[in-house]
């Protein structure tokens, strides 16, 4: 072998042991494996063991109940039901958005397909649904509305929110919520495929129901900021069907969960739901300020929203409990660590002062009598002209306006009218409408174009009606196009329009466009979507987009819809047979009754079968929203401030508006005319008539402007200061003292007593001195503080302006019928002012009592004993003069009050009172707005003390029926 | 074929260690999923005992078949292929009699065979050119129809394998030093293309080709379609094991394992269950006993009584450190994401009857090696004939 190769192959042979070589490559490999595994396991061990924990467990919260609430008795006024809520978290990993967006939408696609299998459906908190044609639209407006947008953008504050967001359509938001910029349902770039649709059970079009059922629980699950096991609520009070199904599919069903849930059930609800409220939904709003207080709020927590729900919330409240398990990688529970649960603790119950069958007998009186009142008023006189009308108790109602009222305050659904299942009757409606429009929208166009447009006074009494509600309410207050706060006051042709009414509605229009009062952008962005608004526009094109925005919009809108009606029955158009029979069709009025064949056979006419369905209360005042159409009382116990009772007629089933709220019912109340959820009794202030007059007693008294045995003589009139002011007994009560002038509410002798309490030293009357002693009087009775009830009440108005006005009860004085009952509390146990009070106790559920709620003294009177003796006497013999309270078998003292606060309307009845005259135990204020006399009032006080102490049978009080007996229109005060 | 062998011959510590990791796979795949450790034990128990068959056969006389079983291989691959399962998008399975096999993984032992003959008989020329291409030819043909599976780690792992038996058999440094010249600054470029490219397509190469190459790279695979979180979890888990781990089987449901937080546990993430379970001891426990195997077979293999021998030895020693390596790597998270079993822990016939065949012949090698005969005293023996 040649010797250089020999040394080259030991060379290589000697200094390269090639296995070695192997050693070394295993060793280091190892070693790289090793020295990781020490990273991992000993440096770093103790955090991954921690984040390991995060992982694999995760706490849930075990719902506590919310405690119940009681009447003053022990009956059940707000409690929960049990039922099943379904909630859904994100628990999944996806490789990316687009298939997150295909697996969740196919999730709420099964999801829903299962729940309406079922008859169940998803909770509708969401503000966009699909309206009767089935397109799109919001369920609420304003504020609101704007908040819900400012939430499905993104945005924390409305103002954050661009224009063209403000005013997205619910089409351009749902556009918005299905691209793939939000939920995915349509994708522009790399649409889902068939197979990839049918993987996920979704078909390849979705119907707009399902599209926003889909949208729905995405955005539930969104609002969690996908935060993983964070569960949502998407679907409430389950049926057990539901349920069943939803647990068979719970392993192809990620991250859903049947949870055990109660709802909230309120008994009574029309009578109660003024004062309890109702639960629902955290807002976003209130949620930040409970987590203020207390942390434990989530966006899913269910929340008092009004009245006593709201007001004892944190006494309600229970607290959640905890519970730590253990899940695998599906979010599905794999064991509950025992030793870490904590077990919920129930809320406290609240215990009213409210007497429930008393708050319920006092709410059926009230719309007994508010509807025998209504009834009385009701005429079919084709003569009757109330621009001809100076008194107030002349004031009726003619059977068309009942007719309007019935498809203005929608008790007819017109846009049934127009639907393929609409009745002859309703088609007929229908077509006339639509002629009617026609011609309407005919004469509009002409007005706004023509060369010779007519002037607003030139014009008959329906177009200017139309204009009206053009201009006020379309263009200003419902759209905002015409901008109010723009408009200078001052100017001349505003003035034209405004209050000479001597130009046309285009000169204004054109005006208001050359003057910039137009909101251009408004008028242009809902037009067409591709204009930006800033394209600079002369003052001739906006009067043109905007004449073709009213013609076009004005026909959407239902409110103009129900003025056209009003003119259709005014012109004879839609006669009264029409609206009944539709009413009938519609289902508002059961057709096996014995009117309907009556009617129908011509043997009762339209007027006296509306009258027959007020007397049965079929047809009740709260529906119609006519004068009077609704009423309070409030009832004390005035040796102790509770509160016994406290109504506003009408009221609402509460039961629809907590747990699930039915959005369409809470939109019906916030439509209708007759106010339901504003609390008659604590936010409705009117002036209390003469049931001041005891104020002014007092003051006198007190004042030593007169003693008892003082008398003033009442012809009819008081003439000392000018304007003279009239008793409301014309030939006048003649020579009366103190008692006699309140028994007789001698407007004269209050006059004479302010005048009295305004003379100086030299003798002369200081309306400011005498209007200083009586307010100081009023707030020494605290009529100038709030009663005292714990849910929220108006502010009330101490008389500020003339004296003489302010003794009989009108000037400014304006106060809550809570506030009077406060008042008349503290007359009936002489002196004592209570912050009168709604709660008694609270107790945990074991019944312990945890808080007792006693009426705090506002202050007490310090009122020499005569002038007590003179008021109550005073009231005793208002009592013994009213004929309807002879025999009534209890002593009653009390204070008539008439109210006139409009001339175009009826008075405000009122009335305070206690019982029984020697030894009060209750004292009460009652008032029917637009009641017309305070007798209406004493009759429902009259009703109340016979049930409260059992003076005849409940059941010839409690009747169901209208009660027309003694009620009056007549104006005695 | 079969010889008269002296049991104090017989390499017990290697058999040790293999029966004694075995079993810790037995517990580890039961812990991981019950259901599956019968089935492991008698793969196991198969195996030993075919281990032990395997090592009385002589091994040269395998050898002699190697071109018939390089056909064999071929067939087979060739046979996923055409008859295979196609699962997780993949083709690399094939039912005999109810047990799915996986060829790719029998494969390696035979490809170990065959080299290890090849470059035995052609051990003077190894660095001759023509040689050097058929080599690469040879090991080619193979690797094609593994990566048409698509089987991308094993393509790799076979290559490796090759490489490394190329090496210890004598490539030479000039040779080798040529390669590397040639394929590490291409790689180092094409990486470099690869990774400075964004996906907004600026850099050297388009954004959609770009995204060929990783796609190709991770296998959009549904197996793999969590594959990030499934690292992570596994590295928690094992990370969560701390010095002494939580113990085998421990009841606690808040394990990675029992939680479901990592799919096919009891295969590629085995050793999350190891990491988890065993803790630090335990999981460098096992990795110091795969070392062992490993140095017991390359130190057989130094007494081999011939270069197929030792070639046969490294290579088994090769095999199993770069599995074990990728296996590991992957679930401590230093690898990407590649599911590979590990040798003799990881539930998985295939795998581990490959596994044990090859112990066997290391074996055998092992029975015959009583003379230390280098491959450079073959050689001299060889020339002096």
Known sequence: MDKRLRRK??????????????????????????????????????????????????????????????????????????????TIEDSGTYDSTRQQDLELNGEAYRIDQILQANGDSLSNDFHIVLDSNGNYSFDVTGRTLSRFKADVYGEAKIDDLTDAQLNATADEMMDFLTSQKKFGLTRTSKPFTQEELDSVGLPATLTKQQTLDIVYVRYELSTTSYRKYVPVTIATALSDNSVAALNEQKDNLEGIDIVQDTIRVYSDPEAFASIIGYTGKVSSSQLSELQAEDSSYTSDSIVGKSGIEKICESVLKGSDGQQTVYVDKLGKVLEVDDSKTIQPVAGNDVYLTIDKDLQDATYQILEQRIAGILENVIIDDPTYDPSTITDTENIRIPIGDVYNAIIENSVLDISHFASTDASATEQKIQSSFDTKQASVFAAIEAELTRNDPVAYDKLTDEMQEYESYIVNDFLMSDTGILDSSKIDKTDATYLAWTRDETISLQEYLTYAASQNWIDVSAITSSDSSSSSGDTYMDSSEIYSALSNYIIKNLQEDEDFSKLLYKWMIKNGDLTGTEVINAMYDQGVFSKDDEDYSKFESGAMSGIDLIKDKIDKLELTPAQLALDPCSGSAVITDPNTGEILACVSYPGYDNNRLANTMDVAYYNKLAADESQPFYNKATQQTTAPGSTFKLVTTTAGLEEGAITTSTTFTCNGVFDLVSPSLSCWYKPGHGTLNVVGGLANSCNVFFANVAYQLGLNEEGTFSDSLSLGKLQKYAELYNLDKPSGIEVPEATSKVSDQYAIQTAIGQGTNSYTTTQLARYVTTLANSGTSYNISLLDKATDSSGNVVKNYTPSVESTLSIGSTTWDAIHEGMRAVIENKPEYQDLGIDVAGKTGTAQESKSRPSHALFICYAPYENPQIAMAVRIGNGYTSTNATLVAKDILQYYFNLTDSSNILTGKAMTESVSSENVD | MLKQYRLRDYNFRLVLWVLALSVIGILLVGSAKASLQPRQTIGVIAGAVMMIIVSMFDFSWILNFYWILYVLNLGMLAAVLVFGNSSHGAQRWISIGGFTFQPAELSKIILIIFFAQYFMKHENDLNKPKIFIRSVLLIILPLALIIAQPDLKDTIIIFLLFAIMYFIAGLSLKTIGIILAIVIPAAVIFLFAVTQTDSSGNGLLKSYQRQRIMAFLNPNDSEYSDDSTQQDNSVIAIGSGELSGKGLNNSDVSSANKGNFISEIQTDFIFAVAGEELGFLGSAGIIILLLLIALECILTAMKAKNLSGTLICCGMAALISLQSFINIGVATKILPNTGTPLPFVSYGLTSLLSNFLGIGLVLNVSLQGKIRVTPRAARRKKTAL
Not at chain 1, 63 to 73: A, V
Request: aromatic fraction near 10%.
């Open chain 1, 9 to 86: 192959n030991r060379f290589r042979h000697f200094h390269l042991n090639r296995p070695l070589v192997l050693v070394i490559f295993c060793i280091i490999l190892s070693g790289v494996l090793i020295n990781r595994l020490y990273h991992l396991q000993i440096i770093k061990g103790e955090s991954y063991r921690t984040s390991f924990a995060i992982t694999t467990t995760k706490t849930r919260t075990i719902k506590s109940t919310r405690g119940n609430i009681y009447d003053r008795n022990g009956n059940v006024l707000a409690s929960n039901q049990l039922s099943y809520s379904l």
